[in-house]
């Protein structure tokens, strides 16, 4: 360990310059008024074991891992919880006094907890879920709704087979959709949720056809550029009940912050303005 005079935390990513972490976690730190810091740091995918076992020796509590790291970073890491496990990626890594790497993974925890805040009365259980896509977003996402009680998530997945394995690996309350039937599963769905990248700036459009939307569903949308995407605007008008994709960013930031500086931070308005600013 160090003696560095304040904790440091951090995201590794690569490309990690646009990341929004930083503004994130240095709002709630002086929010509370803490010493630390927390950084942006562009890491290729050969060195993250080398920087993983560095970092603790330099001053840091811990970090955040993005893309293209969340797998690697949970067989890197000492102890692994559950959720980790089960999602098989991590995005919150805590080092323990003795240098060994702790990793969480929080994406399930700030989806939930995103819909828990904005869309109030929101309950996993009120009926099926749809999901569009079945990439790395998806499995986290999955995993929390079923934990959360969701009788059923129907799954559709440009490459089917993508959302197949899913359904192998998650079991039977996966059922699986073709990608031109994927507007089908809105009729039945309670809670919908866009994991692709479709409908995010510089993207393609989201083309799936709204019109089976029920009006007391709950639509939320993984991309937050725009923050209002054109599946939440359409939903919004066929009066369902909307909630952007910034508040799961902001939401899966709580449990590392407080693991690292001791203080279990609040999302809140004055939050939201400092990320977006
Ligand atoms: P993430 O970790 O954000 O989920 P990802 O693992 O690259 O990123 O997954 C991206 C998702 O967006 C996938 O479901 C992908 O579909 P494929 O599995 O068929 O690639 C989906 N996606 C991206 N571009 C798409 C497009 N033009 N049309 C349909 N789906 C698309």
Same mark, same amino acid.
């Given at each position: 360990?160090?003696?560095?005079?304040?904790?440091?935390?951090?995201?590794?990513?690569?490309?990690?310059?646009?990341?929004?972490?930083?503004?994130?976690?240095?709002?709630?730190?002086? @929010?509370?008024?803490?010493?630390?810091?927390?950084?942006?740091?562009?890491?290729?995918?050969?060195?993250?074991?080398?920087?993983?076992?560095?970092?603790?020796?330099?001053?840091?509590?811990? *970090?955040?891992?993005?893309?293209?790291?969340? *797998?690697?970073?949970?067989?890197?890491?000492?102890?692994?919880?559950?959720?980790?496990?089960?999602?098989?990626?991590?995005?919150?890594? @805590?080092?323990?006094?003795?240098?060994?790497?702790?990793?969480?993974? @929080?994406?399930?925890?700030?989806?939930?907890?995103?819909?828990?805040?904005?869309?109030?009365?929101?309950?996993?259980?009120?009926?099926?879920?749809?999901?569009?896509?079945?990439?790395?977003?998806?499995?986290?996402?999955?995993?929390?709704?079923?934990?959360?009680?969701?009788?059923?998530?129907?799954?559709?997945?440009?490459?089917?087979?993508?959302?197949?394995?899913?359904?192998?690996?998650?079991?039977?309350?996966?059922?699986?959709?073709?990608?031109?039937?994927?507007?089908?599963?809105?009729?039945?769905?309670?809670?919908?949720?866009?994991?692709?990248?479709?409908?995010?700036?510089?993207?393609?459009?989201?083309?799936?056809?709204?019109?089976?939307?029920?009006?007391?569903? *709950?639509?939320?949308?993984?991309?937050?550029?725009?923050?209002? @995407?054109?599946?939440?605007?359409?939903?919004?008008?066929?009066?369902?009940?909307?909630?952007?994709?910034?508040?799961?960013?902001?939401?899966?930031?709580?449990?590392?912050?407080?693991?690292?500086?001791?203080?279990?931070?609040?999302?809140?308005?004055?939050?939201?303005?400092?990320?977006?600013?």
């Amino acid at each position: 360990m160090t003696d560095h005079p304040y904790p440091l935390a951090g995201v590794l990513g690569n490309p990690i310059a646009h990341s929004r972490s930083p503004k994130l976690h240095r709002h709630w730190l002086k @929010t509370y008024d803490l010493v630390g810091d927390y950084v942006a740091l562009p890491v290729e995918g050969d060195n993250l074991e080398t920087v993983l076992k560095t970092l603790p020796k330099m001053g840091f509590v811990g *970090v955040n891992v993005t893309i293209p790291h969340k *797998v690697h970073a949970l067989h890197i890491a000492d102890q692994v919880t559950d959720r980790a496990t089960l999602i098989g990626a991590a995005n919150t890594l @805590t080092f323990l006094p003795d240098g060994k790497i702790y990793a969480d993974n @929080t994406d399930g925890y700030g989806f939930i907890e995103n819909l828990r805040q904005n869309a109030s009365g929101w309950r996993a259980n009120a009926g099926p879920a749809a999901v569009f896509g079945a990439g790395g977003a998806a499995r986290a996402i999955i995993v929390a709704l079923l934990d959360a009680g969701a009788p059923e998530i129907l799954l559709s997945n440009r490459t089917r087979a993508k959302a197949e394995t899913l359904r192998q690996e998650f079991g039977s309350r996966v059922r699986v959709v073709e990608w031109v039937q994927a507007g089908n599963m809105l009729e039945e769905a309670a809670t919908v949720v866009n994991t692709t990248s479709l409908g995010m700036k510089g993207a393609a459009e989201f083309r799936v056809p709204l019109d089976g939307l029920r009006p007391d569903a *709950v639509v939320t949308d993984l991309v937050y550029t725009p923050l209002r @995407t054109p599946l939440l605007d359409t939903a919004s008008e066929m009066g369902c009940t909307t909630v952007d994709g910034l508040g799961m960013l902001l939401h899966q930031g709580v449990p590392g912050f407080e693991r690292w500086f001791g203080v279990r931070p609040e999302v809140n308005d004055a939050l939201r303005k400092a990320v977006l600013a």
